[in-house]
C-alpha cells in the first residue's frame, strides 16, 4: 500500500494509475487524512453497457415509422426544385 498527497496524486496520476493496474493499491491523502482509494479494476464484474436499440422511444410510445414511405411525386420534385427560396410577402 502506498499513500500520496492529493497534489501528488493530480501531477502523477497516470503512473499511479499503471501502479494500480498492476496490483498495488494506492491511497490519495488531502492534508495527510485518507480520502480515496485508487485499485485495479476487476474486469471479470465489470457490467457492460446496455445496447441502443434504434426506435425504441417510438415502440414505447406507440409510434412506429412505415416501412414504405410514398413515391415523390413530379409536381413535389418541381416544387422543391423550382420553387423559391422566400416566398412572396403578398400572396395575392
Not at 25 to 34: L, Q
Not at 53 to 62: I, L, P, T, V
Amino acid at each position: 500500500m502506498k499513500q500520496v498527497n492529493l497534489y501528488e496524486a493530480k501531477t502523477h496520476l497516470s503512473s499511479l494509475v499503471e501502479e494500480a493496474a498492476a496490483g498495488e493499491e494506492v491511497i490519495i491523502a488531502k492534508n495527510g487524512k485518507p480520502c480515496a482509494r485508487l485499485v485495479a479494476l476487476d474486469v471479470a464484474s465489470e457490467v457492460k453497457p446496455r445496447r441502443r436499440e434504434f426506435g425504441q422511444w417510438g415502440r414505447k410510445y406507440g409510434y412506429v415509422a412505415p416501412d414504405v414511405f410514398p413515391e415523390t411525386t413530379a409536381e413535389e420534385i418541381a416544387l422543391w426544385e423550382d420553387g423559391p427560396v422566400f416566398p412572396p410577402d403578398d400572396p395575392a
